[in-house]
T-cell receptor
Framework: DGGITQSPKYLFRKEGQNVTLSCEQNLNHDAMYWYRQDPGQGLRLIYYSQIVNDFQKGDIAEGYSVSREKKESFPLTVTSAQKNPTAFYLC?????????????FGSGTQLSVL | DAKTTQPTSMDCAEGRAANLPCNHSTISGNEYVYWYRQIHSQGPQYIIHGLKNNETNEMASLIITEDRKSSTLILPHATLRDTAVYYCIVRGTGANSKLTFGKGITLSVRP
């Protein structure tokens, strides 16, 4: 079955450490997205990519980095510059980037700081 | 993209219709109304979207007022599994238009 796979489900980060969250899709979607969700809050857009080798900053990109070397993969690195990384991270994809596209979400990664 | 306003929470009895309101008074002519829901600790799930006509699918109905300044999501026969946070989102059609999630409305379905 086609879908979006996020791994790991739970991740722990030590102070000063970079960690990478994985997001893979087998839907042949061009567009992929990363969102952050804090407890009791809505989702905030970190980065999005419309096509391979291209990505744009969202509303809260500071302290994060991404790459899009393959169509099916859009990993997110939480760098040591992100001072408050504890959150639920969600990856999504859509056939294309644009207002009529429905987003399909993965099951999320919970990141916590040790 | 226009902003939306939703109540914080509501509840309904199992088997009854759940009517979830949303205000989007600054919506412009080319912006769609989208609804997603999120069950605790899972990714959001697409429910339905519309421009100006009422829409219905296997999950829900979307009623948009004639002036498009508000809408209502209707779950015709709510079940316990419909307990979730429901997000009403307004999104333009441009290539750089983003899906922006507010806090949504928490629907609790009681037995």
């Amino acid at each position: 079955d086609g879908g979006i796979t996020q791994s790991p489900k739970y991740l722990f980060r030590k102070e000063g450490q970079n960690v990478t969250l994985s997001c893979e899709q087998n839907l042949n979607h061009d567009a992929m997205y990363w969102y952050r969700q804090d407890p009791g809050q809505g989702l905030r857009l970190i980065y999005y990519s419309q096509i391979v080798n291209d990505f744009q900053k969202g509303d809260i990109a500071e302290g994060y980095s991404v790459s899009r070397e393959k169509k099916e993969s859009f990993p997110l690195t939480v760098t040591s510059a992100q001072k408050n990384p504890t959150a639920f991270y969600l990856c999504a994809s859509s056939p294309r980037q644009g207002g009529r596209e429905k987003l399909l979400f993965g099951s999320g990664t919970q990141l916590s700081v040790l | 993209d226009a902003k939306t306003t939703q109540p914080t929470s509501m509840d309904c009895a199992e088997g009854r219709a759940a009517n979830l309101p949303c205000n989007h008074s600054t919506i412009s002519g080319n912006e769609y109304v989208y609804w997603y829901r999120q069950i605790h600790s899972q990714g959001p799930q697409y429910i339905i979207h519309g421009l100006k006509n009422n829409e219905t699918n296997e999950m829900a109905s979307l009623i948009i007022t004639e002036d498009r300044k508000s809408s209502t999501l209707i779950l015709p026969h709510a079940t316990l599994r419909d307990t979730a946070v429901y997000y009403c989102i307004v999104r333009g059609t441009g290539a750089n238009s983003k899906l922006t999630f507010g806090k949504g409305i928490t629907l609790s379905v009681r037995p």
